[in-house]
């Protein structure tokens, strides 16, 4: 079995699958902290992988950029794939000054201006929840592992360069978003329909406060927290 978009076969991916944008994200995770890995997916080159993490067993595969991206994949995966868990591991830009660069955010709920939902179900909503069961497990990984992680709302963003006609504190302020990501809003909302499970672990890679940023190499391969974390759900 496959699908348009992913390569795999029956039982070649887990029940639980972490989803950084970056594919490469996915090949640095497979590389450095998985055993018994096998590539399960390099269609469009967007790489998956299934490997044990300390005797259990996990999947990693890149979701793209934006939500149409990960609309598809997260789709697949729930709907043809039998996974149950989708936790996105990725980076966001601080709204706040309180949220430093490489800090832990777990959203809460994603509100969006985005159309994804109206155009995918026809249902005129705002605001997307992940699953409360799935972000009280990362909480507890994250609370043995003494890592701190802030909760709260983000803003799911369609759009990365925007014209400034509305400003991102206006954003925060109106919505209470503490960062802007591009993928949570469309993953919670797959999840619902689907009746699985999704979360959004992600680290603080710019500041659009105090104009503080990473470079993609650190994004590719400095947020081990968040990776510590997401990899402690492996079943």
């Known amino acids: ?10 039982g070649q991916i887990a029940k639980t699958v972490l989803m950084p944008g970056d594919p490469l994200r996915a090949q640095y995770i497979a590389d450095n902290y998985l055993e018994n ?4 997916n390099d269609v469009r080159n967007m790489y998956g992988f299934t490997g044990t993490y300390k ?6 595969m890149g979701s793209g950029m934006g939500m149409p991206s ?40 994603a509100w969006s201006e985005s159309s994804y939902v109206k155009t995918q179900s026809g249902k005129d909503v705002s605001i997307t929840y992940p699953s409360e069961v ?12 003494n890592i701190h992680v802030t ?4 803003h799911s963003s369609d759009v990365f360069y925007r014209e400034n006609f509305l400003e ?6 109106q919505h209470n978003c503490l960062a802007v990501e591009m993928e949570s809003f469309a993953l919670f909302h797959n999840a619902k329909i689907l009746n699985k499970n999704a979360a959004c672990l992600l680290t603080v890679s710019d500041s659009l406060v105090t104009a503080e940023a990473t470079s993609a190499e650190e994004r590719q391969n400095a947020f081990t927290r968040m990776m510590d974390i997401a990899l402690g759900l492996a079943e």
């Open 55 to 60: 005797g259990k067993t996990i999947s990693v």
């Open 134 to 145: 799935l972000n009280g497990r990362i909480l507890e990984v994250a609370k043995e592992l």
């Open 37 to 40: 890995v096998t590539k399960f």
């Open 70 to 109: 990960i609309g598809i994949y997260s789709y697949e995966l729930f709907k043809f794939y039998d996974v149950e868990n989708i936790i996105r591991i990725g980076s966001c830009g601080a709204y706040t000054k309180e949220l430093e660069l490489y800090d832990v955010l777990l959203a809460d709920a």
């Open 168 to 173: 991102y504190k206006e954003i925060r302020d």
């Open 151 to 154: 909760t709260g709302t983000v």
């Open 1 to 10: 079995m496959s699908t348009p978009h992913i390569g795999a076969v029956e």
